[in-house]
């Protein structure tokens, strides 16, 4: 196991997980959820990019988010969608595929953040519908990229490498 992760998981009161097979497959948010084991160099590698991202953080709104848990997998999925990232409350935890959009750093590190933003967004007021509040503080002419947007943002060669995505309708 990684100390630094350890550390972080100590500090914070978040276990986390380097060993899918202690989790998956399980039920959670209504749907099954399943991954696998990321290779051990994947976690070394990863290690220390998450911390790296998690400092951005004071301290005090890491320990407000409530998380049991972060799972450091692969091949993630919420039903039969494939997830780069999954933020889930029944069990107050975040799945990451930490092997998908490796050697794209702005995809891997808004990966993160995308997750944090839902766990946060779910304890200031219990939900994750629009908050009318969180976008009157945006300027007038603000707007947020519709999702299919930033996908086509990523470049030709890496959403090629990604694996088909089954959609759950």
């Given at each position: 196991?990684?100390?630094?992760?350890?550390?972080?998981?100590?500090?914070?009161?978040?276990?986390?997980?380097?060993?899918?097979?202690?989790?998956?497959?399980?039920?959670?948010?209504?749907?099954?959820l399943m991954g696998k084991p990321a290779p051990a160099d994947a976690v070394k590698d990863y290690a220390k990019f998450f911390l790296g991202e998690m400092s951005r953080y004071p301290d005090a709104a890491l320990r407000k988010l409530g998380l049991d848990r972060i799972i450091f997998a692969t091949?993630?999925?919420?039903?039969?969608?494939?997830?780069?990232?999954?933020?889930?409350?029944?069990?107050?935890?975040?799945?990451?595929?930490?092997?998908?959009?490796?050697?794209?750093?702005?995809?891997?590190?808004?990966?993160?953040?995308?997750?944090?933003?839902?766990?946060?967004?779910?304890?200031?007021?219990?939900?994750?519908?629009?908050?009318?509040?969180?976008?009157?503080?945006?300027?007038?002419?603000?707007?947020?990229?519709?999702?299919?947007?930033?996908?086509?943002?990523?470049?030709?060669?890496?959403?090629?490498?990604?694996?088909?995505?089954?959609?759950?309708?």
């Amino acid at each position: 196991a990684d100390p630094d992760l350890a550390a972080f998981g100590r500090k914070f009161g978040i276990q986390i997980v380097t060993n899918a097979k202690k989790v998956y497959p399980m039920k959670a948010a209504g749907q099954r959820l399943m991954g696998k084991p990321a290779p051990a160099d994947a976690v070394k590698d990863y290690a220390k990019f998450f911390l790296g991202e998690m400092s951005r953080y004071p301290d005090a709104a890491l320990r407000k988010l409530g998380l049991d848990r972060i799972i450091f997998a692969t091949n993630v999925f919420s039903g039969s969608m494939r997830r780069g990232g999954f933020a889930e409350w029944d069990t107050d935890s975040i799945h990451l595929d930490i092997v998908e959009g490796k050697g794209n750093l702005e995809y891997r590190r808004g990966l993160i953040h995308h997750e944090l933003f839902h766990v946060m967004d779910m304890r200031d007021d219990g939900n994750t519908a629009p908050d009318p509040e969180w976008a009157s503080l945006n300027g007038e002419n603000y707007r947020y990229a519709p999702p299919k947007e930033w996908s086509t943002s990523l470049s030709e060669e890496f959403r090629k490498s990604l694996p088909p995505v089954k959609w759950n309708p």
